[in-house]
């Protein structure tokens, strides 16, 4: 991390601000999400072409990879925990231009992310076996999923800080450097797994081993950007704040990220399970479903990424004519997205199938109407997803938490129980459709009232809470 702590803001961090605060929102919008966007496609690319190289080593070796994918998920929500919750913060705090308070959150929070990661990694390791098994792993996944994930803990630590340099970047206006960062990674990714698969013969072991050196060259990309002293914030190890207080607000701040991963991670585990009770090839089937999604979610997650620093800047300069026109914009684009891609997969949902279901009609069975019906979903979305970021940017955790929670976690967890048991494998298919239109309910709900919030300051009139109270 770089040595020097600059007390006042560079060119840099003023270029920003004015580009911040006075760009025509939908462009700015755009610019600071495609970046994003693109990074969590190649991600979600990579994901799924992991997919296709490993169903060659049968349906039991895919359906390890969706049970190990929601550790995976868990240790990217280590990261982006820490990340927003420093972000949330810094963005605010870049639009107030306190940029010491800055420098100590960001410096603060990447040392916090690495002792996180490295605790988190030693105890799953110490109990990986009865873990893998309480996630869905069967006797014949086991084997293959062990080999995976005890690959992917090796590199956790690094896996997570990436994720929490990404976010910061985000913060700061900067998504195209994060966007090259994992962008790279995850091309590089794409390349090399057959190699390690296929070329070295590692098998399962050679996917993981992919994942953990490619996240490593993200890593040293993203970290290289603050070794050079570029953008708003400045790392330094003399800036960490050992104050329990700083520690406890970034976690309170990084809740409602950690509550959406988290739950998102439980809902995959409690899916596998259920999934399991069906065999193999549903198991299987389901995630390559979630990893198709995944394809469509990073285009609304990156436009609500790019969303967030030009909400969070212009809260914290009280430009609240900005802050609700953003707010707009981001949504009517979101519809946009999530409908043409709900349109497309709907149709082809056969074809995408079976590109992984290598022959297994088992698995094309329950894979089609499961991506149908999420498809159809994913156009009320938009609700969903930038609901819960504008509460997290502007640091309301309570509303944030209880929006995080409500998709996978509130409505998907009893579904997942209640619907494979009462309609038997189409309920199963029809768990994440259904939670989501459920979610959009509360969501959206809170989304209104946030909005009608935006209307009034934007008029001048009062609203209890003054636009750093939660700074």
């Given at each position: 991390?770089?040595?020097?702590?600059?007390?006042?803001?560079?060119?840099?961090?003023?270029?920003?601000?004015?580009?911040?605060?006075?760009?025509?929102?939908?462009?700015?919008?755009?610019?600071?999400?495609?970046?994003?966007?693109?990074?969590?496609?190649?991600t979600a690319?990579?994901?799924?072409?992991?997919?296709?190289?490993?169903?060659?080593?049968?349906?039991?070796?895919?359906?390890?990879?969706?049970?190990?994918?929601?550790?995976?998920?868990?240790?990217?929500?280590?990261?982006?925990?820490?990340?927003?919750?420093?972000?949330s913060m810094t963005s605010r705090l870049l639009g107030a231009k306190d940029y010491d308070r800055v420098n100590r959150l960001a410096s603060t929070g990447l040392l916090t992310v690495g002792v996180i990661a490295v605790t988190f990694s030693l105890i799953a390791l110490l109990f990986l076996t009865p873990f893998l098994r309480l996630i869905g792993a069967t006797e014949t996944i086991l084997p293959y999923a062990w080999d995976y994930a005890i690959v992917i803990l090796f590199g956790a630590p690094v896996m997570a800080a990436a994720f929490t340099l990404n976010n910061l970047l985000r913060s700061e206006g900067l998504a195209f450097v994060g966007m090259i960062g994992l962008g790279a990674g995850g091309i590089l990714n794409i390349l090399v797994t057959p190699i390690f698969i296929f070329v070295f013969?590692?098998?399962?072991?050679?996917?993981?081993?992919?994942?953990?050196?490619?996240?490593?060259?993200?890593?040293?990309?993203?970290?290289?950007h603050y070794w050079r002293g570029h953008g708003s914030i400045h790392l330094s190890v003399r800036l960490v704040d050992f104050d329990l207080h700083t520690h406890a607000l970034i976690l309170k701040n990084g809740i409602p990220s950690m509550t959406r991963n988290a739950c998102a991670t439980v809902a995959a585990c409690l899916l596998n399970v259920v999934a399991a009770g069906f065999g193999d090839a549903a198991v299987a089937a389901m995630s390559v479903v979630g990893r198709v999604m995944m394809i469509s979610n990073a285009l609304l997650i990156g436009l609500g990424q790019?969303?967030?620093?030009?909400?969070?800047?212009?809260?914290?300069?009280?430009?609240?004519?900005?802050?609700?026109?953003?707010?707009?914009?981001?949504?009517?684009?979101?519809?946009?997205?999530?409908?043409?891609?709900?349109?497309?997969?709907?149709?082809?949902?056969?074809?995408?199938?079976?590109?992984?279901?290598?022959?297994?009609s088992e698995v094309m069975d329950v894979g089609v109407l499961a991506l149908q019906l999420q498809c159809l979903a994913s156009v009320i979305m938009p609700l969903n997803i930038i609901g819960n970021m504008a509460y997290q940017v502007l640091g309301r955790a309570?509303?944030?938490?209880?929006?995080?929670?409500?998709?996978?976690?509130?409505?998907?967890?009893?579904?997942?129980?209640?619907?494979p048991y009462s309609f038997g494998i189409e309920g199963l298919q029809a768990v994440p459709a259904a939670s989501e239109v459920l979610a959009s309910l509360v969501c959206g709900y809170y989304l209104y009232k946030l909005r009608c919030e935006f209307v009034v300051r934007a008029r001048?009139?009062?609203?209890?809470?003054?636009?750093?109270?939660n700074r």
């Open positions: 991390m770089n040595s020097r702590a600059p007390s006042s803001p560079s060119s840099d961090a003023d270029k920003t601000f004015a580009r911040l605060t006075t760009a025509p929102v939908a462009p700015l919008i755009i610019r600071l999400g495609v970046p994003t966007m693109m990074s969590m496609l190649v690319l990579y994901n799924t072409a992991a997919a296709f190289y490993v169903a060659s080593l049968g349906t039991s070796a895919i359906a390890a990879l969706g049970i190990v994918f929601s550790l995976q998920m868990f240790i990217q929500a280590l990261g982006i925990m820490v990340g927003q919750g420093c972000a013969d590692w098998g399962m072991s050679g996917a993981a081993w992919a994942t953990v050196v490619c996240q490593f060259i993200s890593f040293v990309i993203l970290l290289s790019g969303f967030q620093p030009v909400l969070g800047y212009n809260w914290g300069a009280g430009l609240f004519v900005r802050v609700k026109e953003s707010l707009d914009a981001t949504l009517k684009m979101g519809y946009v997205i999530m409908i043409s891609g709900g349109v497309v997969g709907f149709i082809f949902a056969a074809d995408i199938v079976h590109f992984f279901a290598v022959g297994d309570g509303i944030a938490t209880l929006l995080a929670a409500s998709r996978q976690g509130l409505f998907f967890l009893p579904l997942a129980i209640i619907l001048g009139g009062n609203v209890p809470k003054s636009p750093m109270a």
